[in-house]
């Protein structure tokens, strides 16, 4: 259930580690499922374009929520997020979501995202 509150949900906080693993799997795979169905797709006229239309609106809602959260990590609102709408912004604002860092301490939209280092030592911890 917490895969899916991490790709879907629009509440806390991401780091720019998160961050960077769900706009890779939020932008290859739904075009990795798109480039393999679209052909068969397509044979069935418009419920298969509206079928294959599906991975791409999954993609869509993934990014915004995604950017909401890391938006969130600075301390700044998910509406934020509407930036990658505009033109030339939308490119830069990913980018920059990526090496900016994150709020150290607690913010107004929770405690900071646990690091890969610190799940890893959590988890070296419990075994």
Do not use: E
Request: aromatic content about 12%.
């Amino acid at each position: 259930m917490n895969y899916l509150r991490a790709f879907f949900g629009f509440y806390g906080r991401m780091n720019r580690s998160q961050y960077a693993i769900v706009m890779l799997i939020g932008y290859v795979g739904p075009i990795i499922i798109f480039a393999l169905t679209w052909p068969s797709l397509r044979s069935m006229g418009d419920l298969g374009t509206l079928t294959g239309m599906t991975p791409l609106i999954v993609m869509i809602w993934v990014l915004f929520a995604a950017t909401a959260k890391r938006f969130h990590d600075i301390n700044k609102s998910g509406f934020a997020s509407l930036l990658i709408c505009i033109p030339i912004v939308g490119i830069v604002t990913p980018l920059v979501l990526l090496f900016y860092p994150g709020d150290a301490s607690d913010n107004g939209f929770g405690p900071p995202p646990l690091s890969l280092n610190a799940l890893n030592k959590v988890d070296a911890a419990n075994l």
